[in-house]
Every structure is written in C-alpha cells, then in structure tokens.
C-alpha cells in the first residue's frame, strides 16, 4: 500500500530555513517522478518542484533559488530545503507520487500534509 507522510513543518520568521520531510512506503520513491505541492488558504495546489528518477530537479520560478529538493533512497525519504522564506510560502506541503499533471496542479497521489507558516 502506498502511503507517504509529510514532516516537518514549522512556524519560522521572514529569512528563515525550514527542511520538510516525506517518507514514502510501499514502492520505491527512485522509481518514481516525485513532487511537492503547496496549498495556501483560501487556493488550490501550486506544483512546487519535482524530482526524477536520475535526481534531475526542477522547480517553479517562485520558489527556484531558495528550495532544495532532494532524496534519500536508502531511506526511501524525500526532502524540500527551504530557505530565504518569505511570508508568501505559507501553506500545506505535501509530497506527491507519479501519476500528477503540473499544468492543471493535479496530485491525486500526495499524504496528508505539513503546515509551514512564515511570520514575525
């Protein structure tokens, strides 16, 4: 059974760091493209950035330069660094498994969640 769990999430001010955590089961997350979502109040998913199977990373320009997606395949966990946060990054991350469509923020494969708050 597939099931993947966030972690992570804080209240942290303006400038600050975070890292969020997503520990995957029941499959393989290096065989998999993997993503992370956001949902701010009040909006849907924002695609964040993903993760393919070669390590290869993309991510949306709102967000590219202060976050860091990366993975570890021993421990079958996924991460998101981020930093220079900004009052605008508050929201629920989650971590998303292939099958996801970016272009519509389509992720029916993601967990449950982590709340990242950014505020003095």
């Known amino acids: 059974q597939v099931q993947l769990v966030e972690s992570g999430g804080a209240l942290v001010p303006p400038g600050g760091s975070l890292r969020l955590s997503c520990a995957a089961s029941g499959f393989s997350i290096n065989n998999f493209i993997m993503a992370w979502a956001r949902q701010a109040p009040g909006t849907g998913l924002e695609w964040v950035s993903m993760?393919?199977?070669?390590?290869?990373?993309k991510y949306a320009d709102s967000v590219k330069g202060r976050f860091t997606a990366s993975r570890d395949d021993a421990k079958n966990i996924l991460y998101l660094q981020m930093n220079s946060l900004k009052p605008e990054d508050t929201a629920v991350y989650f971590c998303?498994?292939?099958?996801?469509?970016?272009?519509?923020?389509?992720?029916?494969?993601r967990g449950q969640g982590t709340q990242v708050t950014v505020s003095s």
């Open positions: 993760i393919y199977g070669d390590g290869t990373t």
């Open positions: 998303a498994k292939y099958p996801f469509l970016v272009t519509t923020n389509h992720f029916p494969e």
